[in-house]
């Protein structure tokens, strides 16, 4: 079955450690995005990346990296730079648009990353 | 800058009750896209409707409908007969066209818990 696999699906990290979200897509999307969620304030996109070694800051980059060095991978580093990073990580995936054809975005299942 | 406003955060219904939920959106575009999603418990997001600007029929999909008003910039969704399978957090998002270059780029709303009690 097509579709985004991340894991894991509960992650706990210690204060001042890096720690890596993985996201993992067999639909053959060459668009690829992570969201970060809060109680009560939606998504944010954090980073995105359309072609291969290639990727974009969203609304909320700080304190997070990102590589596209696979088409169906794109992991997310959340660095000890990221002051408040206990939130739902949501990651996406889509085809490029093309002539106006849309296709829905696919979720995943999100991770959920606590501070301890 | 785009915005989209949710104001109802959390509303609670009896089965076989109708809800609706309202969505205001900004934006200096001509063309843009406006979304409803369903985030169950179990937490991936699940597409229910896409609608373009220049497109304001209202739609119904099963118990599901939607209004476009294009003139108060709302697009509001109402589930019709709600059951406890309805319960969820559901999300409106606004995606441009002039701009986005991809179809994931979305700034949601901060979405409203539906809670169908039986």
Known sequence: DGGITQSPKYLFRKEGQNVTLSCEQNLNHDAMYWYRQDPGQGLRLIYYSQIVNDFQKGDIAEGYSVSREKKESFPLTVTSAQKNPTAFYLCASTPLRDRGIYTEAFFGQGTRLTVV | ?118
């Not at chain 2, 959390?10 to 309202?22: F, G, N, Q, R």
């Not at chain 2, 999603?37 to 739609?59: A, M």
């Not at chain 2, 399978?85 to 818990?113: E, I």
């Open chain 2, 1 to 118: 800058a785009q915005k989209v406003t949710q104001a109802q955060t959390e509303i609670s219904v009896v089965e076989k009750e109708d809800v609706t939920l309202d969505c205001v959106y900004e934006t200096r575009d001509t063309t843009y896209y406006l979304f409803w999603y369903k985030q169950p418990p179990s937490g991936e997001l699940v597409f229910l409707i896409r609608r373009n600007s220049f497109d304001e029929q209202n739609e119904i999909s099963g118990r599901y409908s939607w209004n476009f008003q294009k003139s108060t910039s709302s697009f509001n969704f109402t589930i019709t007969a709600s059951q406890v399978v309805d319960s969820a957090v559901y999300f409106c998002a606004l995606s441009d066209a002039l701009t986005t270059d991809s179809w994931g780029k979305f700034q949601f709303g901060a979405g409203t818990q539906v809670v169908v009690t039986p």
